[in-house]
């Protein structure tokens, strides 16, 4: 895992805000978040061992974050502490209801994680089954994270998000990219608010170079497409209570699954019920599922379960 920490400071609202304006808030709270630490805190927690690569500052926020790794089996030999810069922060606001949410990041150190850290940390991708990164860390370091990846014999996930421009070079080394809609509108060069079927932006991205495209869909499930076949695998039946952490329980599940020598369509299935389960609680950390949860959930609705689990 080559990725981002980020403090999450949270605040619950009736409704989000429309540009210019200021709606009040309850609930406000303190929670670990960045997308590369909350992947591999759900990786770990579904069974994975995880060596995660990362800069934090040398503050408070810092120290909660090296606690956290410890406490769920996460190696932290590669995560490295900067004064020059404070650690990254979130602010997220949660709609109450709909669980929906916004989300604004000060990167902080995550922004000196460099191409030459990767390069300096390269045990951490010694046997690597998959190496998984995201785009809360500058380009150079992410796609250096896919090129090692790529020379370990690794498969390299990349999740687009914040979704940046990427050359054609970046992604020729991912296996599989895991944008949503949006993000992958913009990756294709398309205008988000016009409407584009996911078939058709997922064999954009194949042309560019990715060998798989693994589109979420939200209450929608996901969408697999590969150069020689298509699937839509449905979401579960859950009642939402906070979409944040959905993306990064569907990339840790996705991964987890791959690493395990899974097929990608029952990686994705598995991705699924992952993402699925991680919007039932509040908070990101609090909400990604454990193995075990997975179980319960499968043996609760009579679902198969999957033999590898």
């Excluded at 609202?13 to 759900?42: C, F, I, M, W």
């Excluded at 914040?162 to 296996?175: E, I, K, Q, S, W």
Aim: net charge negative; hydrophobic share 45%.
């Amino acid at each position: 895992m080559v990725g981002s920490y980020a403090t999450g400071l949270t605040l619950k609202v009736k409704r989000l805000p429309s540009p210019g304006e200021t709606v009040l808030a309850t609930g406000y709270r303190v929670d670990h978040g960045g997308k590369g630490s909350n992947q591999a805190v759900g990786c770990a927690r579904l069974g994975a061992d995880v060596r995660f690569v990362a800069r934090v500052g040398g503050d408070n926020f810092g120290q909660m974050a090296l606690r956290l790794f410890r406490e769920e089996g996460i190696d932290t030999a590669f995560v490295r502490e900067t004064a020059e810069h404070s650690t990254g922060v979130g602010f997220i606001l949660v709609e109450a209801g709909t669980g929906n949410n916004s989300i604004a990041i000060d990167p902080g150190a995550n922004e000196l994680l460099s191409r030459q850290d990767v390069v300096e940390c390269d045990a951490a991708f010694h046997s690597a089954g998959v190496v998984l990164t995201q785009l809360e860390i500058p380009v150079t370091a992410a796609e250096a994270a896919l090129s090692r990846g790529r020379a370990e014999g690794a498969v390299t996930i990349l999740n687009p998000a914040p979704v940046r421009p990427l050359p054609d070079a970046v992604l020729r080394l991912v296996d599989v990219i895991t944008p949503n809609q949006s993000e992958g509108k913009l990756l294709t060069g398309r205008n988000p608010e016009e409407h584009s079927a996911p078939e058709e932006i997922a064999h954009d991205l194949l042309r560019a170079g990715v060998k798989s495209v693994v589109m979420t869909l939200g209450e929608n499930g996901a969408l697999l497409v590969t150069g020689s076949s298509m699937k839509r695998v449905a979401a579960i039946p859950v009642s939402a209570v906070d979409t944040t952490g959905a993306g990064d329980g569907f990339n840790a599940g996705l991964a987890t699954a791959l690493a395990s020598g899974q097929s990608l369509e029952t990686a994705v299935e598995f991705a699924v019920i992952a993402a699925g389960l991680a919007v039932t609680k509040e908070g990101v950390i609090p909400s990604l599922p454990k193995r075990k949860d997975i179980l319960r959930f499968c043996v609760s609705l009579a679902i198969k379960t999957p033999s590898w689990v």
